[in-house]
């Protein structure tokens, strides 16, 4: 418990202390005129009150990052503190209020705009396909989640197309209606449920006391399947929303659009991710309890004998510490959760493909024809992946990987930006170094990580190599490349 209570204590000293480092770097102007003030366009550009703009900034960036992959991390131990408190705090909080920052100061601009203006033209083309794919794997995750426990606690009678159906169907209502008419009226109350959730598992804490394991009795790989998952880079995929994610940027000017002050950006980016590192960081207290305690870990176990998915393992810990009224609750919050990230992730890839297209969104007809096909795409491969019966585990783990690809692509558009911003300075190590080190966990997955029956592409000793020889080419090719201030222009 002594280092849960600290690892609280760091993320909260985290957002006082380095944010305000971050802040005064930035050169945040509090009189300088917003997007949202300039153009309001009643769609998307819509001003909004900051605490609801916050709400529904992290609801959006939350989803089920924080709990499943929060729990589906703590399944390799204690080092999983290290990595929500630290990641978050140095890396995840940075990303988002840099990548949001500066799509403030770039008229609200959707996030493959800021890849090509600082990581060139041809990123640009590509992370705008990229983005794309990614948000609708988003929405595909974030429907699977929340059809399969409706349909296994709610309703099991039912088959669980019909709550896809469901879903989807208000998916492209809420994608297709001003931002201000469903995002901004629920999911600040949603926002609230996710949070009394986390509150919750701390007052059975409170109740339960139970033995939640020290950082300092080892940081030891304690995954039923060590072998095959090294926590390098295995723990580090896992816990994308918790510690860092590339999903959240492409969700920063969704609330970039709707800010009437610069000033704003701190509590809202930064603040945002530092409260979704305290709700992973619950989530992972708790289900490193049931990991290791010898009773409770039967419970993680399916009757085949495999470890069950961050998804249900949220039903066991809220079944197990709650009465069936707080524990439906919490079921339902994860449901909201879901369904809330996976509409904005949809909503985002509206906007980049209009962004692309020059389409303009305030034609409800003209929403609705950017926005079929990606609805269209997504249903299919949530299809296939139910219909094939694909774990949760396996999805979630190549979405995260694609999701921490885009973070780091991210780190390294905003450190070209700080580069810019403060010339002669060394600022620009505020997330170069974030940079370097995603660099080398996602690199290393694809020679690391096992493949299913295949096992790795490489020996790991030498797939570390090459990926440490890719990092630090990338070092080296940031240093090398000539830096034209006049680039910058007024951002």
């Not at 879903?167 to 209606?177: G, H, K, S």
């Not at 701190?266 to 708790?286: Q, S």
């Not at 039967?298 to 495999?306: F, L, V």
């Not at 020996?459 to 201030?485: C, D, E, M």
Request: with cysteine.
């Amino acid at each position: 418990m002594v280092s849960f209570i600290i690892a609280i204590v760091l993320l909260v000293a985290g957002y006082w202390l380095y944010s305000r480092l971050v802040e005064r770097v930035l050169g945040v102007d509090s009189h300088r005129t917003t997007p949202a003030v300039a153009h309001p366009d009643g769609v998307d550009y819509v001003p909004m009150k900051p605490w609801r703009i916050f709400l529904i900034q992290f609801l959006n960036i939350a989803g089920v990052g924080p709990i499943c992959g929060a729990i589906m991390g703590a399944q390799f131990g204690t080092a999983s503190f290290l990595w929500i408190v630290f990641g978050c705090i140095f890396a995840g909080a940075v990303h988002d209020f840099v990548a949001g920052f500066v799509s403030l100061r770039m008229d609200g601009a959707s996030l493959p705009e800021i890849h090509g203006r600082f990581l060139g033209n041809g990123m640009k083309q590509f992370m705008r396909g990229f983005t794309v794919l990614l948000m609708v794997l988003v929405g595909a995750v974030f429907v699977n989640t929340p059809a399969v426990l409706l349909e296994q606690n709610f309703t099991p009678d039912w088959s669980v197309f019909i709550w896809v159906g469901i879903i989807f169907a208000y998916y492209l209502v809420a994608t297709l209606l001003p931002i201000d008419k469903v995002i901004g009226r629920l999911y600040p109350i949603f926002g609230v449920l996710l949070l009394m959730m986390a509150v919750a598992i701390v007052v059975a804490f409170a109740v339960y006391r139970p033995e939640i394991p020290e950082v300092w009795q080892g940081l030891g790989n304690k995954h039923p399947k060590a072998a095959s998952n090294p926590i390098f880079p295995m723990m580090f995929i896992s816990i994308a929303c918790g510690a860092i994610s590339g999903f959240h940027a492409t969700q920063s000017p969704l609330m970039a659009r709707c800010m009437v002050n610069e000033k704003q950006a701190r509590p809202i980016f930064y603040g945002a991710m530092i409260t979704e590192g305290v709700v992973a960081l619950i989530w992972a207290a708790a289900a490193t309890v049931f990991y290791h305690d010898p009773v409770l870990a039967a419970k993680t176990i399916s009757p085949e004998g495999q470890p069950l998915g961050g998804n249900a393992m949220v039903g066991v810990i809220a079944n197990e510490w709650f009465n069936p009224v707080i524990a439906t609750i919490c079921i339902l919050g994860v449901i909201s959760a879901a369904v809330t990230s996976g509409d904005t992730a949809l909503r985002s890839a509206r906007l980049i493909v209009a962004d692309f297209m020059r389409i303009d969104q305030r034609p409800i007809g003209k929403r609705l024809l950017v926005a079929l096909p990606v609805f269209v795409l997504s249903a299919g491969l949530l299809i296939f992946s139910l219909v094939n019966q694909a774990g949760f585990d396996y999805i979630w783990r190549y979405f995260s990987w694609a999701n921490q690809v885009l973070a780091m692509v991210t780190l390294w558009a905003i450190t070209v930006f700080l580069r810019r911003l403060r010339p002669g300075k060394a600022w620009y190590w505020l997330t170069l170094l974030p940079a370097l080190f995603m660099t080398m966990v996602t690199v290393s997955f694809l020679f690391v990580a096992e493949k299913e029956g295949l096992g790795t592409l490489l020996p790991r000793s030498v797939g570390y190599t090459i990926s440490a020889a890719i990092t630090v080419g990338f070092g080296l090719l940031f240093f090398l490349r000539k830096t034209n201030i006049k680039e910058h222009n007024g951002i």
